[in-house]
């Protein structure tokens, strides 16, 4: 097999619903891992998914979330693949002042260490699609698929970004405007910026400002390699320069700034005496990797709760249009006998008394012609008028009726299989969501 045909391939077990990083039987998932995966199955099962389910009744499911997806992006060398080698504990990603990521890198975990480019990484991502558009963005999109399981990599996605400069530094593609597209698909974003002279870059703080006027609440600003910015004042020099040049902008003048300082660190230096938030940066991703978990509860508690009313809804119409069918069908021989008598008079009439004896016997011909002729031997003129005017309004009424369609026998059976389905997976949910709580508080409380 050639080297795409194997990178096409790998890419479609991501697509088929293969969980590269939970398919090793040896490894014992976490709660938050197992709704993840769970809800995943629940949705897109080909036949009892609830996607496939709403696509029969009309109703647009949505995609559970598989993962938490964080951007990240900052100006030339401000430590943005250096903190994913950090907090995955493999180095995929190269780093150092003369490297400098060029395109969209997605750093995502699965079972075997692997690179996939960019028409594969679509493949993997098929939400990417729209982005595709901006010439020149497909052919710098990649993935590195890491077998680390450090953390909370498992359950998280990273993109890195090209480090943004001025002057005349050209790029293959229009920055801005897909990192401003990147930012939608993102749930969180993180802003590194480089104390080392390149904090103040134009470029970062312009798309900075047009992120946070759309996405403000997905948005964190750390200042990071701060060991490698001399000691505690210039530190706070620095930090003081970068908050002062946000403040000019109104977008990014806010309340209750934040800025924790942080570095990597490194076993092999000398250690810094500044002090290192880089915990608060591994506790917003788990903060978000918790919000996600919850969310993606709720949101299976509505599909399914919209998927059975709507299943008894139609079980409920279906039912109403049967009973409707019956008293129609009442109607109908009320409006139809009517004229049906008249017609087979006209028929007995043009056919005549031999006819009808030779047909249906003597006996029958002479009473019928005896029978006719008495009821309308005594009918005036106003009487035939109303017969006629009733055997008019009969066939109009008779045109008029129409029955509704009702469902098959079989159609009947899927759709009470699917609402069994349904509340099986909302029994499913409760458990989940009984043991997310009971390894999140220990015991449950009951008031």
């Known amino acids: 097999m050639c080297l795409s045909n194997h990178i096409m391939t790998f890419a479609s077990k991501f697509l088929s619903g293969d969980n590269l990083?939970?398919?090793?039987?040896?490894?014992?998932?976490?709660?938050?891992?197992?709704?993840?995966?769970?809800?995943?199955?629940?949705?897109?099962?080909?036949?009892?998914?609830?996607?496939?389910?709403?696509?029969?009744?009309?109703?647009?499911?949505?995609?559970?979330?598989?993962?938490?997806?964080?951007?990240?992006?900052?100006?030339?060398?401000?430590?943005?693949?250096?903190?994913?080698?950090?907090?995955?504990?493999?180095r995929v990603q190269k780093t150092g002042v003369a490297v400098e990521t060029q395109g969209f890198i997605f750093v995502t975990s699965g079972k075997k260490r692997e690179t996939l480019m960019g028409n594969a990484t679509l493949h993997l991502y098929p939400q990417l699609k729209?982005?595709?558009?901006?010439?020149?963005?497909?052919?710098?999109?990649?993935t590195e698929v890491s077998t680390s399981r450090k953390k909370k990599f498992s359950m998280l996605t990273f993109i890195d970004t090209p480090g943004l400069v001025d002057g005349d530094m050209i790029y293959p593609f229009n920055v801005n405007q897909a990192l401003q597209w990147m930012g939608g698909i993102a749930d969180l974003i993180f802003v590194f910026f480089d104390p080392m002279g390149q904090a103040l870059c134009k470029r970062t703080l312009n798309i900075l400002e047009r992120l946070m006027s759309d996405y403000a609440d997905k948005v964190r600003l750390y200042l990071a390699?701060?060991?490698?910015?001399?000691?505690?004042?210039?530190?706070?020099?620095?930090?003081?320069?970068?908050?002062?040049?946000?403040?000019?902008r109104p977008t990014l003048n806010r309340t209750g700034f934040n800025m924790p300082c942080i570095y990597i660190p490194d076993a092999s230096r000398k250690e810094s005496h500044c002090m290192n938030q880089i915990d608060e940066v591994c506790n917003e991703l788990e903060q978000a990797i918790n919000?996600?978990?919850?969310?993606?509860?709720?949101?299976?508690?509505?599909?399914?709760?919209?998927?059975?009313?709507?299943?008894?809804?139609?079980?409920?119409?279906?039912?109403?249009?049967?009973?409707?069918?019956?008293?129609?069908?009442?109607?109908?021989?009320?409006?139809?006998?009517?004229p049906l008598i008249v017609l087979l008079i006209a028929f007995g009439s043009v056919m005549g008394e031999n006819n009808l004896s030779n047909f249906f016997g003597s006996g029958f011909a002479s009473?019928?012609?005896?029978?006719?002729?008495?009821?309308?031997?005594?009918?005036?003129?106003?009487?035939?008028?109303c017969l006629f005017v009733a055997l008019v309004y009969c066939i109009y009424a008779f045109?008029?009726?129409?029955?509704?369609?009702?469902?098959?026998?079989?159609?009947?059976?899927?759709?009470?299989?699917?609402?069994?389905?349904?509340?099986?997976?909302?029994?499913?949910?409760?458990?989940?969501?009984?043991?997310?709580?009971?390894?999140?508080?220990?015991?449950?409380?009951?008031?």
């Open 21 to 90: 990083e939970n398919s090793d039987q040896s490894i014992k998932l976490s709660i938050k891992e197992r709704i993840f995966k769970e809800c995943n199955n629940i949705y897109n099962d080909p036949k009892q998914g609830l996607i496939a389910i709403g696509s029969q009744l009309k109703i647009n499911i949505a995609q559970p979330k598989k993962k938490v997806t964080v951007l990240l992006l900052g100006n030339h060398s401000a430590g943005k693949s250096t903190f994913i080698n950090w907090y995955i504990e493999e």
């Open 130 to 142: 729209p982005l595709v558009e901006l010439r020149g963005v497909a052919n710098f999109l990649s």
């Open 225 to 248: 390699k701060v060991d490698e910015a001399g000691d505690e004042i210039d530190r706070q020099k620095v930090l003081m320069q970068i908050v002062q040049e946000l403040c000019k």
């Open 291 to 338: 919000r996600t978990v919850q969310n993606s509860l709720d949101n299976l508690d509505k599909d399914t709760d919209l998927l059975l009313k709507t299943i008894n809804d139609i079980i409920v119409q279906d039912k109403n249009k049967n009973e409707e069918n019956n008293r129609i069908g009442s109607r109908a021989v009320l409006y139809g006998a009517y």
């Open 367 to 385: 009473g019928f012609i005896t029978a006719r002729n008495e009821f309308f031997k005594g009918l005036s003129g106003g009487q035939y008028l």
């Open 399 to 447: 045109s008029r009726l129409s029955f509704h369609n009702v469902m098959s026998g079989k159609q009947k059976k899927q759709m009470i299989a699917s609402m069994d389905r349904v509340k099986q997976v909302k029994s499913i949910k409760e458990e989940l969501y009984k043991e997310y709580l009971t390894e999140t508080v220990e015991d449950l409380v009951t008031f």
